[in-house]
């Protein structure tokens, strides 16, 4: 089984590369001319989308195949009182940039709307711009010119005190979305509220991707399921969108402390990860990870250096190249 490794957003080694400065409505709405702080926030986006590929080109050098692009690119993009601004036209040659390099160098990317983004809400407010969101990340990963295995992961949501209600409400409000949206969508277990196993019942009768996240699993798993009984289910959620044309997605993270365990530590413990991939390893041709530490990219060559010394040490793995392994065993 081939591994990818990948991360999220930031890179602790390239100085200066902020894929993520903003501008905040409060200091916006302190500018005396409003198509100037426009324009403002247009140079802004294009200074994010400049060190996202300058972040891509670090990763080529990396060998880093899989990464997350953060939700950021283009500050206030979805403000409700910025609702006439259009800022894709002035930004689609970066946009066009991005794209190509991904494309030219056969990446991964992908995006994660943040936990406003909701569709098992009951408040058609948040909904409505819950859709608003999710069409933003797709307009910008149709302008990359990327297609559908460029993704969008979000949680399924609040329980708002009926589980089952807010799951069925996930449901109908998902068949809401544009198909070009919903074709985007991942689906991912939560720390609190859906498990991993109510996470795959609905992302099967979604028709939607299943990413599974081991450490939020790990500490929301009050029916003490074993996930790898659950895999075969997951990885068919993949197969069934993209018929092996793109490897499943798994999250992995490390708990910050015992008082703490829901937190993410700076890097990562290789064990769990290790042996949950020996245990699928037969039946799972690939998968890519993407590693939730705090110290991103530099946790992910702490991670091929912990490995590499465990490779020295007998264990079932090859190191690949500076950040996939191959499951050997």
Not at 88 to 110: I, K, Q
Not at 298 to 317: C, H, I, N, P, V
Request: charged share 30%; proline share 5%; aromatic share 6%.
């Amino acid at each position: 089984m081939i591994v990818r490794f990948g991360y999220v957003a930031m890179s602790m080694q390239l100085e200066n590369a902020s894929p993520s400065r903003t501008m905040t409505m409060a200091s916006f709405s302190k500018l005396i001319d409003r198509e100037a702080g426009l324009r403002r926030l247009e140079r802004i986006a294009e200074e994010n989308l400049h060190n996202t590929l300058r972040l891509l080109k670090h990763n080529r050098y990396m060998d880093v195949k899989v990464y997350r692009m953060t939700s950021k690119l283009i500050p206030l993009a979805t403000h409700e009182q910025l609702s006439d601004w259009d800022p894709y036209p002035a930004l689609a040659e970066h946009f066009a940039r991005v794209g190509e390099f991904v494309r030219e160098h056969e990446m991964r990317v992908s995006f994660h709307p943040d936990h406003f983004t909701v569709l098992s809400t009951p408040r058609p407010e948040v909904f409505a711009h819950s859709v608003k969101d999710l069409n933003h990340h797709v307009t910008m990963l149709e302008m990359m010119g990327l297609d559908e295995r460029a993704t969008c992961n979000i949680h399924i949501g609040g329980t708002y005190g009926n589980k089952q209600t807010a799951g069925e409400r996930f449901l109908r409000q998902f068949t809401q979305l544009e198909q070009r949206v919903a074709k985007r969508i991942t689906l991912e277990n939560d720390d609190k509220t859906f498990t991993a196993a109510e996470t795959l019942e609905i992302s099967e009768k979604a028709d939607a991707p299943m990413v599974l996240d081991l450490h939020h699993h790990m500490v929301n798993n009050p029916e003490n399921d074993n996930i790898e009984l659950l895999w075969p289910r997951i990885h068919r959620t993949w197969q069934r969108r993209f018929d092996d044309t793109l490897p499943p997605k798994i999250h992995i993270s490390t708990p910050k402390s015992d008082r703490d365990p829901r937190a993410h530590a700076d890097y990562v413990n290789p064990a769990p990860l290790l042996r949950f991939l020996e245990e699928i390893a037969r039946t799972t041709p690939a998968i890519d990870v993407m590693i939730e530490a705090k110290r991103k990219d530099e946790s992910l060559f702490r991670l091929m250096d912990d490995l590499k010394l465990l490779e020295s040490q007998g264990a079932l793995l090859r190191i690949r190249d500076g950040a996939s392994i191959e499951i050997t065993g």
